[in-house]
């Protein structure tokens, strides 16, 4: 019996200080960006007289752009060797960029603002996700990308429910934006001060491009499918500013439209590390197909709302469906990925991402201004169908080959 015990301690090692640390810095960032998210749509549709689609263009470049630029800071981390100096410096960016959203005036300083912010968050996401891979103990590598991930939604929890508060107090949109930049600093001083990088750091090796033909042939065609299906899956996942302008058209205030982000941010926190948790001792791909149908769900219920309640109701799913999906899609990344190539890893799958994910908010935005709102929604279900429809065919292929003799 004691041994037993001690063989299960032993196989389920504590979560490392490091991953608590960027847990933190997560939290205090997203609190930051969330606070300006939450408004940002509305800010730009009712008081800079933006469009749908303009708002559509300017998320999804934004997005994009900080996904593409993750594959460069992937492979740089990679050929460096380190990943602190690129967190500091990306979560840095996005710090400096907070004042400009009280300051703007015009569309296009919101949309430099918007998007320098997302370089930001480009150049630091993938050595994060691989400095996350380097210290966690594969035994429970995705209980730490949920516990990291939980941390960073309980922060975009924390940033609209303090935005609604501001604005109940202050009721002036520029006034509160510029309380984003106490917790931006706060992240950026707890990198400086708690991440540290281990001590068996990934060998350095000669930089390549990180879409060098040669590269990608170091990737195994599990790899592939992975950031196959996670592609698909983007283009299903437009920005979250469609959803806070759904709330606004289904009747809730300026004031409470941050209240949006808080529901999805919540559900998104409270499921996020119990399914990491679960998926180191279940199937991933069967929590990511949970995550598909939630989010098929999601959109049949926005699509057709009529009343503040069913469009919660939507939100929250919402938010479950990136708790099973977001640190699942990294787990399984940082699974198939070679050893020495994982930031290179994150960045290929990131490069893909973001490409959808432009194309995804885009067309989010020529449906909604030129077909309905609703539109919107109905095609996010469909495209969310045909990821699911591509996991569960891969899983059917899986078991087949297992049956024959023929699996890994």
């Known amino acids: 019996m004691n041994s037993t015990g001690s063989n299960t301690k032993a196989e389920r090692p504590r979560i490392p200080r490091t991953i608590w640390a960027l847990g933190f810095v997560s939290l205090f960032m997203d609190l930051s960006s969330e606070l300006v998210h939450s408004l940002l749509p509305v800010f730009l549709v009712t008081t800079l007289g933006a469009s749908p689609l303009a708002v559509g263009v300017i998320e999804g470049i934004a997005e994009s752009t900080a996904m593409l630029v993750k594959i460069f800071s992937g492979a740089i981390s990679d050929f460096m060797g380190r990943r602190k100096g690129l967190l500091l410096l990306g979560y840095g960016l996005a710090a400096v960029t907070k004042p400009l959203f009280p300051l703007a005036q015009t569309v296009e300083v919101v949309f430099t603002a918007r998007l320098l912010d997302r370089i930001g ?91 060098h033909w040669r590269v990608l042939h170091d990737f195994s065609s599990g790899y592939w499918w992975v950031v196959t299906v996670g592609g698909v899956f983007t283009l299903a996942r437009f920005s979250e500013a469609f959803l806070v302008l759904r709330a606004q058209q289904t009747g809730l205030s300026i004031t409470w439209t941050p209240l949006v982000m808080v529901v999805m941010a919540l559900f998104y926190t409270l499921s ?70 994982k930031g290179t890893a994150f960045g290929i799958f990131n490069l893909v991402s973001g490409v959808c994910m432009l194309v995804a908010s885009i067309l989010a935005g020529w449906l909604w201004q030129s077909v309905g709102s609703g539109s919107t929604f109905f095609a996010g279900a469909l495209l969310a169908a045909t990821a699911l429809l591509l996991l569960l065919y891969k899983q059917q292929s899986v078991q087949t080959k297992s049956k024959t003799g023929d699996c890994e």
């Open 121 to 211: 968050k480009g150049i630091r996401g993938a050595p994060r996700d691989a400095l996350i891979a380097d210290v966690s103990p594969p035994q429970i590598r995705g209980a730490c990308f949920g516990l990291r991930q939980s941390m960073d939604t309980l922060g975009a929890v924390l940033g609209p429910a303090l935005a609604i508060v501001l604005m109940l107090w202050l009721a002036d949109i520029q006034l509160v934006l510029w309380f984003a930049v106490i917790p931006a600093a706060v992240a950026v001083a707890l990198i400086v001060t708690d991440v540290k990088e281990p001590t068996h750091r990934p060998s350095a090796h000669a930089f390549q491009s990180p879409i």
């Open 272 to 341: 996020a590390y119990p399914v990491g948790w679960l998926s180191d001792r279940v199937r991933r791909t069967g929590l990511l197909c949970v995550g598909m149908g939630l989010l098929i769900l999601a959109d049949l219920v926005l699509a057709q709302s009529s009343s503040i309640i069913t469009m919660m109701l939507g939100i929250a799913l919402w938010g479950l469906h990136m708790g099973f999906s977001q640190g699942i899609l990294a787990s399984l990344v940082a699974d198939k990925a070679p050893e020495a190539l």
